[in-house]
């Protein structure tokens, strides 16, 4: 059985500056290896990974969140600092138990944020590219 779940969250920081800047949700591991984090919490909602937030650090208000939308519709997306961190868009299972809900669909979808005391309108396009294939999975 196979499961796809679309999700989004959002979150925008002010780093103070640093000689080797890291943070374990954009810094990606090297080319062939992996990265393991073990974490007291809950991850969906809320906690975040020790390092997320950097060290005096400050958070930044982008206002109540911002839109997404392509060719599955629109949907509205809340701050991640909000009561709802993660937020579901839609999903699917191959047992065809359920309709299939995905949102992240290929094709263009355009992002656009509200004004927020810290960071002002905002607007971005983004491609969404064909799913891996897996083969010869056992």
Sequence with gaps: MDV?????????????????PFNPVLSAPPAGTCTA?????????GDTLPGAVPPGGKPLNFGAGFTISG???TKILQNILAEEPLRWLGS???????????YLNPGTFHIAGTRGSDIGPFTVSANMPQPLAWTDRD
């Design 37 to 45: 984090y073990a974490v007291k919490g809950d991850l969906l909602r």
């Design 92 to 102: 699917s299972i191959s047992s065809n138990l359920f309709s299939n809900s995905r």
């Design 4 to 20: 796809v779940g679309d999700y989004t969250a959002a979150v925008a920081y002010q780093a103070p500056a640093s000689q080797f």
């Design 71 to 73: 060719s599955s519709g």
